[in-house]
């Protein structure tokens, strides 16, 4: 099981960026994929989650409006559409797999972070 997370990079403030998560040796359809996100000096935090049983997504509120969740099965792949980006948003954003297909299933896997640097 892998999770390789990319798309990250530098962008001002007001921009936006995709980042991608593409799984290999398992099928979204069968487990829910979350992002997470964890700042300089803070704690990791949970930014959204895709579930496979339903298709039902989950933000939190500092995201909410600005990102969206998706994701392509034929790709395998799970993205994250960081609009109105803020330079509270700069962080290593992380991908995970869910134990199951729901969204508040623990997590099994994690990829490697992608860093995401808002700035002027």
């Known amino acids: 099981v892998q999770l390789q997370a990319s798309g990250g990079g530098l962008v001002q403030p007001g921009g936006s960026l995709r980042l991608s998560c593409t799984a290999s040796?398992?099928?979204?359809?069968?487990?829910?994929i979350g992002w997470f996100r964890q700042a300089p000096g803070k704690e990791r935090e949970g930014v959204s989650c895709?579930?496979?049983?339903?298709?039902?997504?989950s933000y939190v509120d500092s995201v909410k409006g600005r990102f969206t969740i998706s994701k392509d099965n034929t790709r395998n792949t799970v993205y994250l559409q960081m609009n109105s980006l803020k330079p509270e948003d700069t962080a290593v954003y992380y991908c995970?797999?869910?134990?199951?297909?729901?969204?508040?299933?623990?997590?099994?896997?994690w990829g490697q972070g992608t860093l995401v640097t808002v700035s002027s």
């Open positions: 995970a797999r869910r134990s199951g297909r729901r969204c508040f299933d623990g997590n099994d896997y």
């Open positions: 895709i579930s496979s049983s339903d298709g039902s997504t």
């Open positions: 040796g398992f099928t979204l359809d069968d487990y829910a």
